[in-house]
């Protein structure tokens, strides 16, 4: 009975400074699983840890002490051999857990982590299928340099050749105005002559109208080449651009949240979702217990 009791207080010393020794998980001898209340009974025989606390041991100085006060009180789990009424201690850790989700909605492609490992901070513990959000930015992407191309056309303006071709077109409607208003004259003066019919001068008024419309038209058209874009053109044209450029950072973003990361070390508690789930926003993928919360 005395090599058992030696036994366990060997072992028991080993948790407290692997605890001690900046908390090295690996270095302690058993595990503990879920509760934040910790039981050590006074007398001889063996040692218990009530209910557990993480699926892997808190680095916590209170736990270690607790641990150490058995150890000298002499602890032990069930019947004292002498029937004595047995001694119970209490004492509570604090643990600070996290769910961890993402922040877009899609599906589950793979969890890197499972219940009891460590992570590290900015350690990458699952990740979405990525091929939606990839789809996304690279249609922005296509959208930013449209615009961009629209911004620049407006801002340079028509081309030379554009200018040249319209003033080309105001010659040719001004030789065709300057024709249409001689025949309309003659007509004119033949109708006083009685020569011809009021019908053959009212004709020739209507070309002659007609390609006066046209010739100032093509004025007009020449004029707005000549001044080029407006300047409310160019702002509107400019604020496309940025439109698009938001909604490109919005995709990329998005492909940067289908990798879920953890904020900080600690231990995985638990393993809510596997590969092939599709997750609504923020649904939680893993619980972690914090070793030094933020």
Not at 43 to 54: N, Q
Not at 94 to 111: H, K, N, P, Y
Request: net charge neutral; hydrophobic share 45%.
């Amino acid at each position: 009975m005395q090599a058992s009791a030696h036994e366990d207080r060997t072992v028991i010393l080993s948790a407290v400074a692997a605890l001690m020794d900046g908390g090295n998980a690996s270095a302690v001898p058993f595990s503990v699983r879920n509760s934040s209340q910790i039981r050590l009974h006074a007398g001889l025989g063996k040692w218990c840890i009530g209910h557990a606390l993480a699926r892997s041991i808190m680095r916590n100085s209170l736990f270690a002490a607790l641990l150490l006060a058995g150890l000298i009180a002499g602890t032990g789990c069930g019947t004292h051999q002498n029937d004595k009424p047995l001694k119970t201690l209490y004492g509570n850790v604090d643990i600070r857990e996290v769910s961890l989700g993402f922040r877009v909605a899609g599906r589950l492609a793979a969890v890197l982590k499972d219940e009891g490992d460590p992570v590290l901070p900015n350690e990458v513990v699952s990740r979405l299928d990525p091929e939606p959000f990839q789809r996304e930015a690279d249609q922005a992407r296509a959208l930013v340099e449209a615009a961009s191309a629209r911004l620049q056309m407006l801002e340079a303006g028509p081309r030379p050749q554009e200018i040249a071709q319209a003033r080309a077109v105001v010659s040719e409607r001004a030789v065709s105005l300057a024709n249409a208003e001689r025949i309309y004259q003659r007509q004119e003066e033949l109708l006083k002559n009685r020569t011809v019919s009021q019908q053959e001068r009212d004709d020739a008024e209507a070309s002659y109208r007609e390609a006066e419309a046209r010739h100032n038209s093509a004025r007009e058209q020449l004029k707005l080449l000549e001044a080029g874009s407006r300047a409310e053109e160019i702002a509107q044209g400019r604020a496309e651009l940025e439109r698009a450029k938001a909604a490109l950072a919005g995709a990329q973003l998005r492909i940067q949240d289908a990798e879920l990361k953890a904020p900080a070390a600690g231990v995985v508690l638990t393993r809510a979702q596997e590969p092939g789930a599709m997750l609504p926003l923020g649904a939680p993928v893993l619980t972690i217990s914090l070793q030094q919360p933020v």
